[in-house]
């Protein structure tokens, strides 16, 4: 199994997506949806589950909009998609890490965002780890300092392999007039 955040689900089911940022180099991942195409076919070879938590889903259906309904539609005819849900199992989990946070005397955990937000993002990692994954494909930094606390990797969008024919760069030949040209 794996667990998709927002910016991963993102990326899978809306054609028209930005790219977003490699928080490594600043710059605009190339190739970001043919990255999660691939690991996406990766996994259904391997018939492993996607889980999207569903903190992350209601983050994603936020920026939907209207096209919400259309999106989870899409979404349940997907056999490799599975919800999970902010359950029982996940509230003791989440109750854990914060209660250990309070107790080294930083409810944020070293995080400079908001507290609602350190708490919705607890909320992925406790279901990650009730679903007992070990890796998260994330592109929100924040959420790495928690997942790794947790025993769980982060993976961003610009360390997921690309497919070879995504590798297949295209030859920049200058032009003979052009003062950077050898060719004369």
């Given at each position: 199994?794996?667990?998709?955040?927002?910016?991963?689900?993102?990326?899978l089911l809306h054609p028209d997506a930005k790219a977003p940022i490699d928080p490594e180099t600043?710059?605009?991942?190339?190739h970001a949806r043919d990255r999660i195409e691939h690991l996406v076919a990766?996994?259904?070879k391997k018939k492993e589950k996607?889980?999207?938590?569903?903190?992350?889903?209601?983050?994603?259906l936020v920026k939907a909009?209207?096209?919400?309904a259309t999106y989870l539609g899409t979404m349940e005819g997907k056999r490799f998609l599975r919800?999970?849900?902010f359950d029982k199992r996940a509230a003791v989990e989440l109750a854990t890490m914060t209660r250990e946070a309070l107790a080294q005397g930083d409810k944020r955990s070293g995080s400079d965002e908001p507290y609602q937000k350190v708490k919705f993002d607890r909320q992925i990692i406790a279901i990650a780890k009730v679903e007992c994954e070990n890796t998260l494909y994330s592109n929100d930094v924040t959420l790495k300092t928690f997942a790794e606390r947790a025993g769980i990797?982060?993976?961003?969008?610009?360390?997921l392999d690309l497919p070879e024919e995504s590798r297949q760069g295209v030859l920049d030949f200058p032009h003979p007039s052009?003062?950077?040209s050898k060719i004369q």
């Open positions: 199994m794996a667990v998709f955040d927002a910016s991963f689900l993102i990326l600043g710059t605009t991942v190339e990766t996994l259904e996607i889980i999207i938590p569903s903190p992350a889903l209601a983050e994603f909009d209207r096209a919400g919800i999970s849900s990797r982060l993976v961003t969008i610009a360390k052009s003062p950077k």
